[in-house]
């Protein structure tokens, strides 16, 4: 029978199945991780179907052929890298030996000695398939009692911008000690945040009172990123609640699906290090201040030091009280950003120009 006649039913020559099956075949990468060793070791693990190169950059930015290769044509899924004990991060490349094609990732929180929950929002799946870069956009708790190792790391950030999302009073009681990057706060009374009982009882009440009453805030930290104004860190005292619903709405606008965001809040109850959020505080100090003494009571209460998880009794998430009250009074995310943070499309249409890869 004729080669012709066998191409014509559908049928594919030996010759011709031999030569596909010789042809490399890309070696997707998938779960891509990196993990720190109680002495500072870091281990980039991940899947891949096949040879892949890991390289190395202090810089988020660097592109690949600014990269240090550390480990060529790997096939184990893992490399460990002992550099990870030096002040600036390490941002990681596996880059596929068949077709080039890359995959970045860098550790999820910054290693500080007396910090709480300093970490980056890069790498989650975003628009267009493609994910938020690592090292322009990091979110945090409050950094009253950061050690001089802790600035030089975070110094060694690049950040150029820090948008404080306390109230005048925590600010007064645990100053930020990250100097030399432009500071940006917006003024009010912890009383005003919290402007109903329900919402000093019930932790998702007090989200629905977030959309609006954190606009303000909003607007400054996307003004930042639309004039490229980063790397940025936006913070509260715990970075879990106001962090969270600013991080919640960063991460919507460059079309992070809603699970993943919620899965990022939830990792505050494993970040989070409460001890190191604020300075502790002397009662007798502060007899005329409501909400030092607030405070001073927490840092009493039994177990105050081991984060509680950010769920209401049936397991649903606090966030989920700022998205019910979004898609209530504006309709969508999308509406909210544009009505009331001033969003247009050709804004989101930038920003993820700038922050996805």
């Not at 860098?106 to 267009?128: K, T, W």
């Not at 940006?184 to 009882?201: D, E, F, L, V």
Request: proline share 6%; charged share 20%; glycine share 8%.
């Amino acid at each position: 029978m004729k080669t012709g006649a066998l191409l014509g039913h559908g049928m594919v020559p030996l010759a011709i199945m031999a030569l596909l099956s010789a042809q490399p075949v890309a070696a997707k990468v998938t779960g891509a991780e990196v993990i720190r060793a109680a002495d500072g070791t870091l281990t980039v693990r991940w899947q891949a179907t096949g040879p892949v190169d890991v390289l190395v950059a202090s810089d988020p930015q660097a592109s690949v052929k600014e990269a240090q290769v550390v480990s060529a044509a790997d096939l184990d899924g893992s490399f460990i890298d002992k550099e990870g004990s030096t002040e600036a991060r390490r941002f990681f490349t596996i880059r596929d030996r068949q077709d080039g094609s890359a995959v970045h990732v860098a550790e999820r929180v910054l290693p500080l000695e007396q910090g709480s929950n300093f970490r980056d929002i890069g790498g989650y799946p975003a628009a267009g398939g493609k994910t938020i870069r690592w090292g322009t956009i990091y979110r945090s708790g409050a950094t009253p009692l950061l050690t001089v190792q802790d600035q030089a790391r975070i110094r060694a950030l690049g950040l150029r911008n820090m948008i404080d999302l306390r109230s005048d009073e925590e600010r007064v009681l645990a100053p930020s000690r990250i100097d030399g990057v432009a500071y940006s706060a917006i003024g009010y009374q912890m009383g005003s945040m919290m402007n109903t009982g329900a919402a000093m009882r019930n932790g998702a009440a007090l989200y629905h009172n977030f959309p609006k009453f954190f606009a303000p805030q909003l607007k400054v930290i996307f003004d930042k990123l639309k004039r490229n104004e980063g790397p940025l860190a936006f913070n509260c005292s715990a970075g879990q609640d106001r962090t969270g619903f600013a991080s919640a709405m960063v991460m919507s606008a460059l079309g992070v699906p809603r699970d993943v965001i919620v899965r990022d809040y939830l990792l505050s109850t494993e970040y989070r290090r409460p001890q190191f959020e604020l300075p502790r505080i002397n009662p007798e100090l502060y007899k005329d201040n409501p909400v030092a003494l607030m405070f001073a009571r927490y840092q009493g209460a039994p177990g105050a030091d081991k984060p509680q998880p950010l769920l209401e009794a049936d397991g649903t998430p606090y966030l989920a009280g700022a998205f019910a009250e979004i898609e209530t009074k504006w309709g969508s995310v999308d509406n909210y950003l544009r009505d009331e943070i001033g969003l247009t499309a050709q804004d989101i249409a930038a920003l993820r120009r700038s922050y996805l890869e």
